[in-house]
């Protein structure tokens, strides 16, 4: 629609954002979808689906994406009959919706390649399934009268008065078909004026055939229905003899318009304006998608927009989250200089300004953050899918899909999530006789869920199948040499094997998981994110995978200690309360491992300066740092407390990766490093028996260690797994 | 010319090859007498129809013309009124003659 160049140059520019648009609606199209698997007869959201299908129509022929208007014109028609009530949504029917659904994302995707012969042919298979499909809701002439108010641009020009002429195959009647039916039709829709038949076209009865069709047949159709007619509405009405006809439909007059003058000028004046409203639609779309806890809420609004968005592309919100980092570490620098100058107007100007950065620190994070539960979403799939391909039945919970984190952490977690749930899909959960026999009912349960803890974010995958058999887990680590053989390790450790490289139990590799790649990447991946995985399972009952991440990978809170020279950052989310450690009541061993009395509770405590074997006196006074460590507790003994202190995560060098319990490095204020501490890793060194993980491995010792910044505090002996 | 031509009550795809020998036989009936007279039949039995059966009737209407005759239809019946209105073959009914005209035979 564009000849001039300006419209192509804004159509190119505006083309992504249609990508980005239409992948929304696509992906809205199938959480819809497997809504309504559960409620074939919820009517908004089969509205909703429609209005996903008809956008994605609508915008991409404003682009001049034919395959896309082709194709998804067809999906369309079928969604009608189903809003319409004509067709009911079977499983089969919902199976080949979703099959359109992934031919409507790849044609999109592929929208400015030329297109390739199998996917052609691929798609026009699908396309006379979907006329089957149609051909199944027989209008037997009782399809109720055109509907008032349908969404009206483009794809479905809707006109007043139509010309319609039909010039019927010769096998029409053998076929069993019935003109005067189609035209009876049509008059169930408006007057039919002007009928003409060409009675030339018709042999004299001495050379005719009586049952070879020669009817040659026009009518103008003036729509009784007030909003007038759509093309497809009249088209419909001679779905069955589409092949054996020659059939012309014309508008003659412009939309709704009483107007029976054909005014192109209207016409094209209603485009504008429809083009308008679609580029309008486009350049707000929703950045930031609803809460998807809130999942109906948000098929209500079929790709909300309410609120009104702005689409930042991603790098220029790093940008700003590094310049904020910046600003943090000088801002604390500042405030560091200003208290050593004990004046109090600096002191507490600078105290505002650490307040204001706090405040834009928070409101920037928040930008960032995304619900969950759009990554949840995409599971419905795989699990309807996956579970299709086992044989098993299992129905999907998600909880808490609106717990926000870091888009980043969110993207990045997705692949190790989807492993899970496979895992626990193929491996968990039993064929529903098995599950029968266990006294289990048929139906499988998989739950996901998220919430906030400790200002982590935990995610659990939760599955009632038959649960993680130890005796398996060890014979196999036996097996593969993960434990030396005999050797039985802790109840939980055992567990943890099955993370370890080279494992699996799958007695029946099957193509979905079970080569024994999976889990040990599913670990790797996770810690990458700072997070940790746990895994806890009862035989017969089922699994649990416990899966903890920060809310964000950038700045967060942190409580300041020092260790002889060095400094340790805990999460302040972490940090459950601090006590002073009596010298005589502790007793550490030679990895630094002790206990003592809080309260009445055994505390485990960890010695930073044995673990790390940072070499500095030990302070008069110690604390203790008590953190939370997954479900348990453990304190860790500092020299001293420096406070809060707002910490911007630097990741750890090459060099320092693998270093045990620590998480990331910060730069303070004045320049120093300070170590940040992962409580949960080091509460798994303080409960691990295997000395192998604490003691010092020669290969990996450092041999530089003057590039490590704070080399003087810290030696990395006996700390890298 | 005694003989009472009526249109069969089921004027379908189902029936339109022996109302078709129907016609022909009244054609050479017709081709017998010499004149213009139109072809009279009786058509208020017609109790049902398709397009099939309207083609045969247009086929039938156009051997008159060749003919230089014309078809009156007598008494159509409704259901038959409104095939051919909707088929756009309202000429057929002519004017739509009025019991009275049967004298005319």
Redesign the interface.
Known sequence: MSQNPSDDDLIAEMLPAFIEEANEQVAAFEQLLLELEDRPDDHERLDALFRCAHTVKGSAGLFGLDRVVAFTHHVETLLDLLRDGLLALTPTLSTLLLQSNDTIRDLVATAQLPDDAASQAAREALVLRLQQACGEAAPSGTRRAAPAAAPAFGTSQRATRWRIAAAFGPEVFRNGMDPLAIFQYLEDLGRLEAGHCAFEQVPELERLDAETCHLRLSAELQASAPGGLSREEIDHAFEFVRDDCELSIEALDGPASADAEPSAALQAQAQVQAAVAELRDLIKPSAAPAPAGAAPARAKEGGSDEGGYIRVHANRLDEVINLLGELVIAGAGASQLARQTRQRGLIEANQRISRLIEGIRNSTLKLRMVPIGDTFARFRRVVRDTAAELGKDVALEIVGGDTELDKAVVERIADPLMHLVRNALDHGLEKAEDRLAAGKPAQGRLTLSACHESGMVLIRILDDGRGIQRDKVLQRAWQRGLVPEGVVPPEDEVLRLIFEPGFSTAEQVTNLSGRGVGMDVVRSNIEALRGSIQITSEVGRGSCMEIRLPLTLAIIDGFLVGVGHSRFIFPLEAVVEVISARPDQLVVDHHGRGCVDLRGRLLPVVDLRRLYGLDAMAAERPSIVVVRAGHRQLGVLVDSLLGQHQTVIKPLGRLLRSLRGIAGSSILGSGEVALIVDADALGHIAASSRHATVQPAAETRLTDPTRVPTADALSVEGTRR | MSDVRNLPAELT?YA??D??EQ??GW?SQLDADAGDAPLQIAADGVEE????G???L??????LA?RGRRLQLLQPSPVLQR?L???????LLGDAAPAASETAA
């Open positions: 795809i339109v090859r109302a078709a016609g022909l054609l129809v398709d397009a099939a309207v083609q045969l247009i086929a039938l209407s156009r051997s060749a095939a209105a909707c088929l756009g073959a309202a000429a």
